[in-house]
């Protein structure tokens, strides 16, 4: 007996509806611990993968930073959120369940929180880090608004409730320039995000001006070519404010966030004077680039060559080696002071003393205007004429200088950790001290490497 033309319609359409059902959406992946949650805004996240054309966050960034074997590090920066939005549209709920003791927060607002944003309510806060608040709407849609730093301080005492290390960030600078400065402080936002930190009793890191630092060493055109408008960077821009909040990771005092960081290693290939590692430099004198065996090498003449290079691989380290592939010439000053690393306040000098006899012994110093540690002894004498490679290591306590990975002097010290300058090679930067000589290779290290993955010449 066939079933009625009502009952065969009524299995039809329950098929139909069956087979329209859409799948079921998969849970997101658990959240592995221990965890670094990037909480912020576009600056944070934005762009599509890999990043080469377009708006880049620098999220992205800093993720290869980290070891992956120690620590689960995810990109939470959503677009176009204030300090505000991101907690009332349920993001920062989101964090909140996902937190576990011994988990970090790093935080970063101000881009839509300021003035720009007029035109979206939804994201506007008061100005400042004080109590004061708004009342906006009516009936149901009635709010309440609170000032910056209030939703700072309440995204700080929630994830501390929760076991989490916090740290507040000051938000990157725009693309906007003073007489060939970048326009620092954004707005009061950076002395706000300070002040909340400091309120809230969470580590702060001083992003705007870590940034802004890097931006004036490259340079006005320079700079601009890494920003994809006023607020958003390129990829190379997400790359120097990865590089900053880094660093100031790395300055943070008793955070062991920086026992999760990968070392780093910097390497500048001296086969060209008018760029050394991709920065434009400045050149005193006519140093030549000249080619042996051993590869293209920078020559300084020992009286009015040198090359100065405007950055610092330095900043925010704790521990560093500085390694230099130098051959010294016979000629020129007793002291010759080829590598000479300075910020505002601390210096880092590697510098040769010659016999006059055919001979030179390594000169290293770490330290300040007031105080600081010189290594040298002629004990330690060496042929010019030949290549070395020279070393100095600071682990946060103890100094070493090295040639060719064997030990020579040591000490104890206190020493930085520095912040952004510039390293002269060939000369002392007052411009005395001249080097004569060739220079092939630098590279920079985040740790005090043991003497047996140093650098030697055969």
Known sequence: MRPPLAVCFTLLLTGLIATET????????????????????????????????GPWGMGYEIIPFFDPAKIHVYNEGAGGRSSRSYREEGLWA???????????VSIMFGHNDTANSANYPDRATITGNSEETVQVGVGDQRQTIHSYGWYLRQDVAEAKAKGATVIVCSPVPRNQWNEGKIKRGFDGYAAWAADAAKAGGALFIDLNTLAADRYDALGQEKAEAHFNDVQHTKKSGARINAESVIAGVRQLKDCPLRDYLLPVTTVWRLDQ???????ATTVLGEPKVVTDAGGPAAHFNGSTDGIFVPANPLAGWTQFTVEILFSPEEGGLEAQRFMHIQDPVWRVMIETRLDGKGGWWLDTFLGN??????????????????????????DGRHMVDYINGEKELEADTEFGPMTAGQISLGVRQNKVYWFKGGIREVRFHSVALAPAALQRVP
């Open 22 to 53: 859409p799948p079921a959406v998969p849970a997101p992946p658990a959240t592995l611990h221990p965890a670094l949650f990037l909480v912020g805004d576009s600056i944070t996240k934005t762009g599509t993968p890999p990043g080469d054309t």
């Open 369 to 394: 205007k007031s105080k600081g540690q010189p290594l040298i002894d002629p004990k330690h004498i060496h042929p010019t004429g030949r290549w070395y490679w020279a070393a100095v290591s600071y």
């Open 273 to 279: 004077t008018a760029q050394v590692g991709g920065l």
């Open 94 to 104: 989101r964090i909140l369940e996902r937190i576990q003791p011994g988990d970090f």
